[in-house]
């Protein structure tokens, strides 16, 4: 197993509101269990062997889709974190009704209504623009990041189609610069919808849920080539939890 050196290259559309505001050897266990049962469920707390390859990843849990989670915040809800890596599983799968289940409902509706408004008729051989094109978009830019890798560190000329599996997700709560708090924060992850949706979505948002989750998320996949690659590092995500389920906005 290796791990890219290379810094992951900017997630364009993966995550629509980050761009304004994504293991062939298992890992030894140290007196740790993992049993797992259902999809929706995580496993005991599993610690690499020393010398193990990702001995220095540190410890990690199992969920039931055989991701391997990595909790860097003890303070991030088991539901969460699934949450999350649903999200991802169905960019990875091309899933787009899977999708349609991960993100917020209202905004799934606003933003749908604003790409058919503003880029329908602007894509050749495509008269409407919609939330399955923004979909596509995402799950190509994420295979793109990865032919970009590979095709960095290949020394042939083979050409790869950045198919992949998500082996490992890390999330963390952001780290705030100097001069900014956790409001500021959230009022600059809104300003953009606020302007397209041309209200206060935030507001609108706020009262209609039960809770707001900002996370920091790093995603590591397997490519075609055998080996493991960071593809997303260290970028912001929002979710809400409105009755009892975590939604995102991507």
């Not at 899977?98 to 503003?118: C, M």
């Not at 189609?161 to 009022?187: F, M, N, W």
Request: aromatic content about 12%; hydrophobic content about 30%.
């Amino acid at each position: 197993m290796k791990f890219t050196k290379l810094s992951a290259l900017a997630l364009a559309c993966a995550c629509a509101l980050s761009c304004v505001s994504c293991e062939k050897n298992s890992a030894s266990e140290n007196n740790s269990s993992s049993v797992v049962i259902g999809e929706n469920s995580i496993g005991e707390v599993v610690t690499p062997e020393e010398g193990a390859e990702d001995y220095e990843l540190g410890e990690y849990r199992v969920s039931g889709r055989g991701t391997k989670l990595y909790f860097g915040d003890d303070t991030i809800p088991d539901e969460l974190m699934l949450a999350l890596e649903n999200y991802f599983l169905t960019l990875q799968n091309e899933d787009f009704e899977g999708y349609k289940n991960t993100i917020y409902p209202d905004y799934a509706e606003r933003y749908d209504k604003y790409l058919r408004e503003q880029y329908s008729g602007t894509m050749e051989g495509s008269d409407e623009y919609t939330l399955k094109n923004s979909f596509d978009t995402q799950c190509a830019n994420l295979k793109n990041m990865l032919i970009d890798i590979l095709t960095y560190e290949s020394e042939s000329d083979q050409e790869f189609t950045g198919d992949y599996k998500i082996t490992r997700i890390r999330a963390e709560r952001p780290v705030l610069t100097e001069g900014e708090t956790e409001k500021s924060r959230l009022e600059n992850f809104f300003s953009y919808l606020n302007e397209i949706f041309g209200i206060d979505y935030q507001e609108l948002v706020t009262s209609d849920t039960d809770n707001i989750e900002f996370i920091t998320f790093f995603v590591i996949v397997e490519g075609e080539d055998g080996n493991e690659h960071k593809i997303i590092d260290a970028m912001d995500i929002l979710f809400v939890e409105k009755d009892g389920k975590y939604y995102t906005f991507g």
